[in-house]
């Protein structure tokens, strides 16, 4: 149990375009869903967290109009990066918990700006 | 602030024990969760401690002093697919997650 999805695994997108990233819980609802970005070499670092049917809250230096997030179901969160850059390049993972406090993580997401 | 230490990168033989160290400073303490991570995936889950004392699970065993600010994985009969980078991650007073910068493991045959 306690499955985590996200799609797609890899996208490669132009500079300027828009992103969009699905992360979804499979086989439970999901209360609480984070959003993470780590570069290579690096720890992950927590973007924002989203409750169902809430505004996301954001890491500082986050920009909230940049990367729209979207919990519009206890099993759906998606993030879109808009007007991607090629500084956007980067591993995106979702994770999501229940009441409990393990988080569990999806495959993550590779993103590529050219 | 809240600080998670552990070490960036660490080398063992196969088939020999590694113990890896993370410290902590955090506002609250509710756990903390063990992690592994290989190269371009999504970490996995391998241990949550929130009382003190050791945890075993297998070859894999985890240790928390909540006095100390401190905790260990210890990682033994190393296998060549332990390569890894471990993170290790602290649930604050908020329950949000604070993560070390993760610990590279090279195992060497």
């Known amino acids: 149990g306690a499955v985590v999805s996200q799609h797609p695994s890899r996208v490669i997108c132009k500079s300027g375009t828009s992103v969009k990233i699905e992360c979804r819980s499979l086989d439970f609802q999901a209360t609480t869903m984070f959003w993470y970005r780590q570069f290579p070499k690096q720890s992950l670092m927590l973007m924002a967290t989203s409750n169902e049917g809430s505004k996301a809250t954001y890491e500082q230096g986050v920009e909230k109009d940049k990367f729209l997030i979207n919990h519009a179901s206890l099993t759906l969160s998606t993030l879109t990066v808009t007007s991607a850059h090629p500084e956007d390049s980067s591993f995106y993972i979702c994770?999501?918990?229940?009441?409990?406090?393990?988080?569990?993580f999806g495959p993550g997401t590779r993103l590529t700006v050219t | 602030g809240q600080n998670i230490d552990q070490p960036t990168e660490m080398t063992a033989t196969e088939g020999a024990i590694v113990q890896i160290n993370c410290t902590y400073q955090t506002s609250g303490f509710n756990g903390l969760f063990w992690y592994q991570q290989h190269a371009g995936e999504a970490p996995t889950f391998l241990s949550y401690?929130?009382l003190d004392g050791l945890e075993e699970k297998g070859r894999f065993s985890s240790f928390l002093s909540r006095s100390k600010g401190y905790s260990y994985l210890l990682l033994k009969e190393l296998q060549m697919k332990d390569s890894a980078s471990y993170l290790c991650?602290?649930?604050?007073?908020?329950?949000?997650?604070?993560w070390g910068a993760g610990t590279k493991l090279i195992i060497k045959p």
């Open positions: 991650a602290v649930v604050d007073s908020n329950y949000q997650l604070i």
């Open positions: 401690n929130v």
């Open positions: 994770s999501a918990k229940t009441g409990s406090v393990e988080q569990y």
